[in-house]
């Protein structure tokens, strides 16, 4: 069966995190926020009390009391303006600073995770994209948190403040339970619905993109299917639209129901004090002053705990799961990265599946990479060539078998000092839209800086026709939709790309997934035989340093030491490329149709 997502945490696990995340980012500022926020809430419950007090000594004639509850009702607004005015400060200023620690939280637990699971898996996907959406204003949670509070607490002496006159009022709080209930319940029940259709949302905006963004546009002129897609990303939102609205229908109908049943207490309420208990003036303007706030109170409870557990919770859980996330993908590390390869790597049953499938993308693999060799990995689509390149990069770790490094196990080595020995490019490059010697340098960044080290890079990638055409050289702004920025070919950023693939000087493993594919063939061989010398001369021999070749020109990979062929997810052969043409097998097949089609 395909692997479950884990259950997002609990909301008291969440927002437990959240508030210590908070607390560490500004520690005073948070508590400055809560206290005035939540002691703001007081006085406005208050005032009906002093009103009673006020309209009582009115009618007796007490002019001191009368003094006395004017001034308090004078005090009462002055400090509930007071505290609103600081607290709103407080909470805009810690939003402000928080916002940068949450981001940056994020950012770094993400990057964190040795695996790119989460950015492959649908589900995994489904739930990071709604965290992205939600992250630049997670920094609202501690508001929204206060604020609720503080209208649970303004509530709650509403109620008192009604009790006191009579018992039988706490009636009335309890009829206003389910307007509370049915609200928070509805927000949830509308967010799973979001969640449930959180595939249709990501297509339409992704179809929306396609449609109205630059680097697809001529593919959809030419095709003209840009009508098509126009269609598909209204089905795609009404598919989601359609499983929303049905929740929201259901979920209002029944809060109309709550609404209406506290409503009809209300007035009776009023009735009750008036006629039921007789009670005094004073007593009956408590009760419309503070029955009428009451309604008020519970719906701005509603509203702030609708706001804070259909959106700030549900952020917050969404985060407390990239925490746990990431925690699990953090695997024990008690072996060194060796210094330099004396025998190399060695994979043994290594088989793999990618989470949530069950279909084998390698099975029982066995393959030796001897130190200081090139290797050439060649097969169908789909044979399985990435994937192996991505076991070896650890960017997942095998289903069954294991990867030897000098015969240790790669999984115990620690998977930041495996990378720093690690370089390459990769046919699923990205565009760093930056200023040249920094597209370049990212690959090695300890060394962003240096202009040698990048002109090195350069050189070995055949990058410098890519420079001289730039008005600025290595200081050429990347991207035309920056500032003095140009565009470039998809061959010349593939180009840069590989520059940076050679940033590092001395990898133990390097790596090169069919990163020419927009280059001839010509080209090509010439590169490769280029990354070859550089994997055989001094300083590759010297670390034992493996070189992965990844190619469907069978022309280029001759020139490896050893070329493995994957078929099925098994390796099919395994030799020079002398070898496995004598032996008349698969490769021989396939190199014989490729060279019968350049000649």
Known sequence: MAS????????????????KLGYRAEPLLIVIAGVTTIAAAVPDALFALGLKVLADAVVAGNDRTLVAAAVALGALTAASWLLRLVSERANRRFADRATVVIESHVARLQASVASVEHHERPDYLDRLSILRDQVFTLNHLYGALFVTAGAVLRLVVTIL???????????????????????????????????RGAAQARLARHLFTLATTAPPGKELRVSGVGPRLIHERGAAWRRWYDTVVAARWVSAWWQ?????????AYVGAVIFVAAAIDGSP??????LAAGSRLSQYVGQTVQEANFLRGFWLDASRRLAWLEDYAAAHHKRADLPVPTRLIDGIRLEGVSFRYPGTERLVLDDVNL??????VVAVVGENGAGKSTLVKLLCRFYEPSGGRILVDGADLSHMPVEQWRERTAGAFQDFFRFELPTQHSVGLGDLQRLEQRPAVEVAVARAGAGDVIDRLPLGLDTQLGPTWPDGVEVSFGQW????????????????????????????????????????????????AAGRVTILVSHRFSTVRMADLIVVLDGARVAEYGTHDDLVARGGQYAELYGIQAAGYR
């Not at 018992?167 to 009829?175: I, K, T």
């Not at 030796?368 to 060799?373: D, E, I, K, T, W």
């Not at 180009?495 to 590092?504: I, V, Y």
């Open 4 to 19: 479950r997502s884990p259950d997002l945490p609990s909301t008291r696990v969440a927002l437990w995190r959240s508030l």
């Open 161 to 195: 403040l009604l009790m006191s006159l009579h018992p039988a009022l706490l009636l009335l709080g309890l009829l206003a339970v389910p307007t509370v209930v049915v609200s928070t319940w509805r927000a949830g029940a509308e967010r799973l619905a979001e969640e």
């Open 256 to 264: 109309t129901g709550s609404w209406a049943l506290f409503g009809g």
């Open 282 to 287: 004073g007593d009956v303007l408590l009760v």
């Open 368 to 373: 030796s990479l001897p130190a200081g060799a």
């Open 494 to 541: 593939q180009k840069l790309a590989l520059a940076r693939g050679f940033m590092r000087d001395e990898p133990l493993l390097l790596v090169l997934d069919e990163p020419t594919a927009a280059l001839d063939a010509e080209t090509e061989h010439a590169l490769f035989e280029r990354y070859a010398d550089a994997a055989r001369n001094r300083e590759g021999a």
